[in-house]
């Protein structure tokens, strides 16, 4: 009789309270743990689910009006619009960071004098606290009389009013995002650089292979994966980011940088509405979900 049978006898032989697949302990040490992410992450997420259901404020919950609250949403210009910017936003975000992340990425995997010193200085944007950079930022950019408003006056340029223009606004939220992003771009996909088997470059420099042929076979097919991943969590945070256009802009000019947490943000605290802020908080997290779900089914079948 082989070892695996024997083993096998020997586990239907014992009680089902021995069995290692019945044992309680594991579960009475997990318990605590799940009772706490319950607390924290679900229970939360089913008051504010209700909350999208009725029509209260902040001082009263309001009476039971079911889906109206979503279904007026398609319906309202400022929805609309934040929807709108929030796409543009990811969008530019995912593709601009990712772009200046593997540039220097590839850049830093090479063997050059004071690597060590670049890859640290370059994490700084990621480092710095949100409110010390952004209002960094803001400083600077926020009149005629900014960081760079001098530096463009030097050269003959300006002054450009950054925060004053909604064209100018979208495009400084968008570049100070970019900026605070590139860094954790960067520092993933020089992981997923340095993990790639250098035969593979050898080979390819053997057969007359040129780096941008190296490049397009190699190494974008072994960076797929992470690439994919970075994609997914970049624009959850694209979309999820308050602080960016909030400290700069607060959502303005005109409205022409608020993204949909910045509106439900003023539906509830502002216009003391909870049920429409909650319904738009909701519709951005519905969204993120099926966007995650999308590019993970695309990984799954570049991987088939």
Not at 113 to 118: C, D, I, L, V
Not at 235 to 256: A, K, M, R, Y
């Amino acid at each position: 009789m082989s070892t695996q049978a024997t083993a096998l006898e020997r586990y239907r032989g014992q009680p089902a309270a021995k069995r290692p697949g019945h044992d309680p302990l594991p579960y009475s040490l997990l318990l605590p743990s799940l009772l706490l992410i319950g607390l924290i992450n679900v229970y939360p997420f089913i008051v504010g689910f209700l909350y999208s259901l009725k029509d209260g404020s902040l001082l009263k919950q309001g009476d039971f009006v079911g889906l109206a609250n979503y279904f007026q949403l398609p319906a309202m210009s400022d929805f609309r619009h934040a929807l709108l910017f929030s796409a543009i936003f990811a969008i530019c975000n995912v593709a601009g960071s990712y772009a200046i992340g593997l540039g220097l990425a590839l850049l830093l995997n090479q063997e050059m004098p004071g690597r060590g010193f670049y890859r640290v200085a370059l994490l700084l944007p990621w480092i710095i606290p949100s409110i010390v950079s952004i209002v960094s930022w803001r400083w600077m950019i926020a009149d005629q009389n900014g960081l760079i408003n001098q530096a463009l006056d030097l050269v003959g340029v300006g002054p450009i009013f950054f925060l004053g223009s909604e064209r100018w606004a979208i495009f400084s939220v968008i570049m100070i995002k970019i900026w605070r992003s590139f860094p954790f771009m960067m520092i993933s996909c020089l992981a997923a650089l340095q993990s790639i088997d250098r035969d593979l470059y050898e080979a390819a420099h053997i057969d007359g292979a040129g780096r941008w042929q190296t490049f397009r076979d190699i190494t974008l097919p072994q960076i797929a994966g992470i690439s994919v991943v970075l994609w997914i969590l970049m624009t959850i945070w694209s979309v999820n980011d308050f602080e960016t256009p909030w400290l700069l802009t607060q959502g303005g000019p005109s409205n022409s940088t608020e993204n949909l947490i910045i509106l439900a943000y003023k539906y509830t605290f502002t216009r003391n509405d909870v049920g429409t802020g909650s319904a738009i908080a909701f519709v951005s997290l519905i969204i993120l979900m099926v966007l995650a779900w999308m590019l993970l089914r695309r990984q799954a079948r570049s991987e088939v």
